[in-house]
């Protein structure tokens, strides 16, 4: 099984001092940035935040709008509601846009996600204990 | 115009297989021929890096545990362990999208993930999915939802139809995200190496340039919008099962 033609030219000794060198590489900022990630905000550039913020300002007002279009067409009141759920939807995409722009988490949920944000334990030491 | 010219021709759905049940169009298609190889990709890249699994991985193998690990932290940093049982859906959308996108980098491939068709079904199980889970766990809590700690009983009126729409547009700002970026990008691919023939020998590498570029580019939005794509769903799953 294991007989890799890479691996096993290395003598055990030396494997002791490449797990200190990993396990040290692994402790560097550099690495632990690439593990971690902030992960609760992807990687954002000025065009990709514009874009997300039309898209979330967009979308909530074509639901305000599809709502409000569909309960006209069953309840026969056209064109009352959809002006109200535009007008609602409009609403909930500047919502969306202030939890997006306030950071409190991605458009949705009330509470700042402090539970989840910067102190969570994202060690890399993940990958060995599962191998075991 | 003839056909192929048109920075749109690469996105026209084209039928390999007619097939039709009772009526019902389901031809296997160009995307679906590429959702087939993308699955296959994805099966073939970890089922062959854990073939034999080493404690020392080699090359392969480690590929395979890294893409693990990468959703595994990602799942722990967004979710918490709560997130553990639905690791397998989120590795398999961020794979999924992931593999679908690289596969669309292909010259003459074709990119499902520019479809709304695909990503707004992507979105909308995921948003079933999640919703389920919320009710499951939360049962009439779950209503909660739409209704801030702390709001005056008096505002519930206007804002619980405001927080519905606002939880009702996230398929749509999911789906429409991952879908406008891959078409537009691909597009604008098309776009510049049109213009390198038209411009032709005299003016012609002046956009070839920019298609050299414009094609790391769009790698690096290949995997960023499966990030994203997986990030969110992760987000959504961390609301359902943490109601405030």
């Keep these: ?132 | 115009m003839a056909e192929g010219h048109s920075p749109l021709a690469q996105f026209e759905i084209k039928k390999l297989v007619d097939i039709n049940i009772a009526g019902i169009d389901a031809s296997f298609t160009n995307s679906s021929l590429f959702m087939v190889l993308t699955v296959a990709t994805v099966t073939l890249f970890l089922v062959g890096g854990m073939r034999r699994s080493e404690t020392v991985p080699g090359r392969w193998q480690s590929m395979a545990e890294l893409s693990y690990i990468f959703i595994a932290n990602m799942l722990k940093d967004t979710v918490g362990s709560e997130g553990r049982p639905y690791f397998p859906f989120i590795f398999t959308i961020f794979m999924f999208v992931l593999v679908g996108n690289m596969w669309g980098m292909m010259p003459y491939s074709f990119t499902f993930t520019s479809h709304i068709a695909v990503t707004f079904a992507m979105a909308f199980f995921i948003f079933i999915g999640v919703t389920l889970i919320a009710i499951a766990k939360h049962k009439l809590h779950f209503l909660a939802f739409f209704m801030p700690p702390g709001v005056p009983i008096v505002m519930a009126p206007l804002l619980v139809p405001i927080e519905i729409i606002s939880y009702l547009s996230r398929p749509i700002s999911l789906s429409v995200r991952l879908f406008a970026n891959m078409l537009a990008g691909h597009t604008l691919l098309k776009v510049f190496a049109g213009f390198i023939i038209s411009l032709g020998i005299a003016a012609g590498w002046l956009p070839f340039v920019f298609v050299v570029a414009l094609t790391g580019l769009e790698f690096v939005i290949a995997f960023l919008q499966a990030f994203v794509f997986t990030i969110l769903t992760c987000l959504y799953l961390n609301d359902a099962l943490h109601l405030h």
């Design chain 1, 1 to 132: 099984m294991a007989s890799d033609d890479d691996t096993s030219k290395a003598p055990p000794g030396d494997l002791d001092a490449f797990g200190q060198k990993l396990k040290k590489a692994r402790e560097t900022e550099e690495s632990r940035r690439l593990w971690k990630s902030d992960v609760n905000k992807p990687p954002q550039t000025a065009l990709g935040l514009a874009f997300r913020v039309s898209v979330e300002l967009v979308s909530a007002v074509a639901v305000g709008f599809a709502i409000g279009w569909g309960l006209d067409y069953l309840l026969d009141t056209k064109p009352w509601l959809m002006v109200v759920f535009i007008v609602l939807g409009f609403a909930a995409g500047v919502m969306n846009v202030y939890r997006l722009a306030s950071g409190m988490g991605n458009t949705m949920g009330y509470k700042k996600d402090d539970a989840t944000g910067n102190e969570a334990p994202g060690t890399p030491e993940e990958g060995k204990d599962r191998r075991g």
